[in-house]
Each structure stands twice: as C-alpha cells, then as structure tokens.
C-alpha cells in the first residue's frame, strides 16, 4: 500500500479514501481539497492543510516529500501516513532564505533554514532531495536521513541574491534566478530549469555548472538548431507563476515551455531541439490523435511512467496527459478539462476536475499522483 493511505492516527478518527481504490479511481492522498492554509504538523495527511503545493517526489523507503509552497516549506508524508516539514519554519510560518543570519557554509538544520516558496523537488542518485527554492534563487539539497540543508547551487561569489552568472565554474558559486524544476539523468548530471534567465542548465558530476539550452531571450525560435541558440518562455515579468518542467529520457531532455504551450526535446549528444508535443497553439484538443498536433495550455512538470510513457501536467488546461511514445498518441488520463473540484472522492480519473495542477509523480506501486495545486491538495489515481 502507498505510504499515506494506511489508516490515519486513531485520535483524528479520518476516514481514508485512498483504502483499496479500484482502479483509475482518484482519492485525495494530501489535503483538505479547496482550503488553503497551514494547521501544523503531526496529522494525517488527509487531515492536513496545505497552501498551493507544488511538486511531489517518493523516497526509495516509501516516504513521499512535497514543496508546500505558500506555506513555504518542504514537507514528509511519513510511514505512518502523517505530516512533518522538515525543512522551513512552522513557528511561525515565513518565508526567509537559510537561517537567521545568512546560510552557513557548512549548511544547518532544516527546522532552522527559512525558505521562500519551493517549487521543484528531484531525488538524487545517493538519496538526498534538491529543492528548486524559487523565490531564494538556489538549489538547495537536503540530507533525507537528518534534514540537513546545503547550497548546491546559487547564491554567487559574495551572495548576491539573483542575476545570471557562473557558467563553466563551481556550481555554489554561480548566479540564478527563480530557478523552478530540476532533474536528474542516470550518471548523476543535474539538469534545472532557471526560470527567469530563460535557459535550461546543468550541473556536471564535477560540481561544474553550465548552459544546456537556451539563449536568454523569450520567444519560441530555435527548433531543429541548436539548443543553446534557442528561445523559451518560462514565464517573465515581475510576478510569474513557476514556469517549466523537466525529465530526462535517456539521451533526450524533454523541457515543457511553459508559455509557448509545447514540449520540447533536446538530444544531448547532437545538441539539436525540436518539439515533440504541442502546436504552440493555447487551446484543449487533439486527444487520440499525434501529440505535435494537439493543443496545450501552460505545461509544466513531466514523468515518464512505469509504462514507459511520458505524462505531463497540461496545467492550465486542468488535466494531466499521456503521450504513448511508440505510437506518438496523445490521451488525457485525469481531469475533465474544466478547473473545479469535485464535491467527492472516487470518481474516475477522466471525470475528476482538477484545478491548475503543477505536479505529477509515481510511487513504487505504479500510482498516479496529481499535485492539484490550486485546490491544495495531492490525488492518487489508484493503478
């Protein structure tokens, strides 16, 4: 059974709606759907309020940790289904960057170290979690035996706080901003997407960050160049939403860009990008049809399943797609394609109504699991 879907703590008396869900059917897994806020930990995850979370992840021991982002904090979904933050303050909650005085070099507790809206979340080969702290303008990994927290990337020479800087040197020393997603591929490399500068980046096994794609403007052009030389839209201006997404799929790097309504790919050995899903076009269709004929609205965090597909979160469009990579078919598999809520939980995944979801994720049993963000909560999507 996936962590948080055991019976809750007895003395909150929570029914669980995720016991032994047929399949396709959706549950709430976290949250109090459509109520927003912070009550605490030490509940059970169907008993506790989030705010706006963001992104998912599973631990290789079953623990799920998710970005709480308007609370601010990266939190646990323990074994025995209840909450915990392990990273940011809770007394109160507050958005600051690393503990009182500034982050030390050789990092602090998580209960100690402030955050400022934490967007993406990826596991990395030995086990520790890296946070995308957007509003911080850093990677920051987390020891997950211990809470402890480090800069892996951000901040540069002297702590300036946002700007960009630092290619082809020491990745601490480099310079971001609002960096949103992140991704592993097999060998260790960190690929981010640094939202406001417009790129994609990566970090070698080295420590050594550089430019990966994108040419620092937005716009759309580039698609059968190279990648370095090509344009995104993330998401600009002085106040955006998180913008992109990113899974590596062997020697490809699939990038959602996010305004530009597509998916993008981008081979690491020829360093060439085309689009893979989408017309550019904002709009809802071409399900059963070739993903590069369907229509997008704002995508951002992709997986690739246990099947072997690529799933993405089509956020604005309220649903999550699948793309059958055999057969380029597009299908949407949750979310109705109008934002709401349902009053109820187990209803089937196509007729379940989402409301902006970010994030998407698959735990160790092959569950689907939607961040549907703007409701506050987290679904299962029973295999």
């Known amino acids: 059974m996936a962590v948080g879907c055991s019976s809750p703590n007895p003395p909150e008396k929570e029914p669980d709606p995720c016991d032994a869900p ?63 933050s392990i990273v940011g303050w809770t007394d109160p909650v507050f958005p600051g960057d690393g503990p009182m005085g500034g982050p030390p070099p050789g990092g602090a507790a998580g209960s100690d170290w402030q955050l400022f809206h934490p967007s993406g979340l990826a596991v990395a080969p030995d086990g520790a979690v890296v946070v995308a702290a957007w509003h911080n303008h850093k990677l920051l990994n987390v020891d997950t035996k211990d809470g ?17 800087g630092g290619d082809d040197g020491p990745a601490e020393a480099a310079l971001l901003r609002q960096p949103s997603a992140v991704a592993f591929d097999a060998a260790g490399k960190l690929y981010f997407v640094d939202q406001l500068n417009q790129r994609v980046r990566v970090i070698d096994e080295a420590g050594v960050v550089r430019a990966f794609a994108g040419n620092g403007e937005v716009g759309v052009a580039g698609d059968g160049g190279l990648a370095e030389a090509a344009s995104f839209d993330f998401g600009s201006g002085s106040n955006p ?54 229509m997008l609205r704002g995508p951002r965090d992709l997986e690739i399943g246990p099947d072997g597909a690529l799933y993405l979160a089509d956020t604005d469009n309220g649903v999550v797609r699948r793309v059958d990579r055999s057969t380029g078919v597009i299908t949407t598999v949750v979310g109705t394609g109008e934002l709401g809520l349902a009053a109820e939980d187990g209803l089937a995944a196509r007729e379940t109504p989402l409301r902006r979801p970010f994030g998407i994720a698959f735990d160790g049993e092959g569950a689907l699991y939607v961040v549907d963000s703007a409701n506050s909560r987290v679904l299962r999507v029973a295999p």
Do not use: K, M
């Not at 897994?29 to 912070?38: I, N, V």
């Not at 899974?247 to 360093?271: K, M, P, Q, S, W």
């Not at 269709?285 to 993903?291: F, I, L, Q, R, V």
């Open 148 to 164: 402890w927290v480090t800069i892996r990337c951000g901040g540069g020479p002297s702590g300036e706080a946002a700007g960009y």
């Open 22 to 84: 047929a399949p396709g059917v959706t549950c709430t897994f976290l949250g109090l759907a459509g109520s927003e806020g912070f009550d605490g930990d030490g509940h059970a995850a169907v008993a506790t309020q989030v705010n706006q979370p963001q992104d998912l992840v599973f631990l290789s021991d079953g623990r799920a940790w998710f970005s709480d982002f308007n609370n601010h904090l990266v939190r646990e979904v323990g074994p025995d289904g209840t909450v915990t």
């Open 241 to 294: 939403n998180p913008g992109g997404g990113l899974v590596v799929d062997g020697d490809r790097v699939l990038v959602a860009d996010t305004e530009n309504h597509r998916v993008r790919a981008i081979d690491v050995t020829t360093g060439i990008i085309e689009t893979v899903v989408g017309t550019g076009e904002a709009g809802y269709g071409g399900d059963d049809g070739p993903a590069v004929a369907a």
